[in-house]
Structures are given as C-alpha cells and as structure tokens.
C-alpha cells in the first residue's frame, strides 16, 4: 500500500522551531517530487513548498521569505520541513504530497497522486 506519513506537528510559541517529518512507502520514492501544503482552519489548502525527485531543486511560496527548509533523504524514504520563526498565521494541518508529474507542476495540489494525513501545527501567540 502506499503511505505518506507526515509527523512532528506540535504546539509551539511564536518564535519558535518545528521539522516536519514525510515518511514514505510503497512506491519508488526517489521517482516523485514531493510538495508541501497546509490548510488553516476555514480556508483552503495552500501549496508552500516543494522538492525534486533528485533533490536539486527546491522552490517556497514567496510569503514564506525564507523561514522554511525542504529536504529530502531518498535512502530512508523521507522529506523534511525544517520551519524556523513561526508565526501564529502558520497554524494548519500540513500536509506532504508526492508527484510524477513534469517539475512545472510542483505547486499544483490537483498534480499530485499520493497524500498524507497531514499533521497540526499550531503556533501560539
């Protein structure tokens, strides 16, 4: 079966640090690009970043300005969200995608063939 398993959401003060963690199994890992959305509570859900198969590209949305970090270990199936200087608007549920799609896809939720259950983020002022 394929499985993405998001994990290491949690509650933190404004200021502070959390890495996501992507774990994923039951396909070829290193074939995919995997992305990253989240969705707050009432609104909907929002592309923020994403990495290359191969790792060699990564790319954030812009209101992001550079607070947050994308990697990947395609030996242990996984992708990381490093996010530093949280903010109260970062509270979301996040979620990590996988795609097989051209790389021009890579924000495009509707692209991507496999989700995780996500994982909350919640950021207290």
């Known amino acids: 079966d394929v499985q993405l398993q998001a994990s290491g959401g949690g509650l933190v003060q404004t200021g502070g640090s959390l890495r996501l963690s992507c774990a994923a199994s039951?396909?070829?890992?290193?074939?995919?690009?995997i992305g990253w959305f989240r969705q707050a509570p009432g609104k909907g859900r929002y592309w923020i970043s994403s990495?290359?198969?191969?790792?060699?590209?990564?790319i954030y949305a812009e209101f992001l300005k550079g607070r947050f970090t994308i990697s990947r270990d395609n030996a242990k199936n996984t992708v990381y969200l490093q996010m530093n200087s949280l903010k109260p608007e970062d509270t979301a549920i996040y979620y990590c995608?996988?795609?097989?799609?051209?790389?021009?896809?890579?924000?495009?939720?509707?692209?991507?063939?496999?989700w995780g259950q996500g994982t909350q983020v919640t950021v207290s002022s």
């Open positions: 990495i290359s198969d191969s790792a060699d590209i990564t």
């Open positions: 039951g396909f070829t890992f290193e074939d995919y690009h």
């Open positions: 995608a996988a795609t097989k799609a051209p790389w021009r896809w890579f924000k495009i939720a509707t692209r991507f063939q496999y």
